[in-house]
């Protein structure tokens, strides 16, 4: 769990958004193996992503924060160059869902998911609702081995034996 965000590094706000995807993640069965919060810095970024995806801290990375238009938001900058692919179905499911609850205001972000090595990573935005919006109708399901016809746990390395075919 990575919370991108000045305001929450600096000691402004408590970090709201990493706790909302937290807390479903953990009701959902899943284990939180680590959760930082950085600021909004390019080279922090893409450094605690690529140490969290090569010491294989992680199978799935949540991140919130960071995907707007403002002058400091510069998650998928630091993040995209280290993906080896893109899951645009993402994007265009997340607009979807974001549409139904902020109308208009979802173009206003640039969340995005992909996959570094074996890990799977997500950047919302750094809103409470858009992490509600994100997990309750994407990502609870697609990270989920039981939702059918099929979900991301069977790619998952450690989970590939354990998903029913």
Excluded: N
């Excluded at 990375?61 to 179905?89: H, N, Q």
């Amino acid at each position: 769990m990575l919370t991108i965000s000045d305001g929450v590094h600096h000691g402004a706000r408590e970090d709201r958004s990493g706790a909302v995807l937290e807390e479903r993640a953990v009701a959902a069965g899943h284990e939180i193996t680590w959760r930082g919060v950085l600021p909004d810095e390019r080279e922090e970024i893409a450094a605690c992503l690529a140490r969290l995806c090569d010491e294989d801290v992680a199978d799935v990375v949540l991140s919130t924060g960071g995907t707007g238009f403002a002058p400091r938001d510069v998650t998928p900058e630091a993040i995209k160059p280290l993906c080896t692919r893109e899951m645009d179905g993402f994007t265009v499911l997340f607009h979807q869902a974001s549409h139904g609850t902020v109308g208009l205001s979802t173009l206003q972000s640039r969340a995005f998911a992909g996959q570094i090595g074996d890990t799977f990573i997500f950047c919302l935005p750094g809103s409470t609702g858009a992490c509600r919006d994100g997990w309750d109708h994407v990502l609870r399901d697609e990270l989920d081995s039981r939702y059918r016809p099929c979900s991301l746990a069977g790619l998952v390395p450690r989970l590939r034996d354990l998903v029913p075919s």
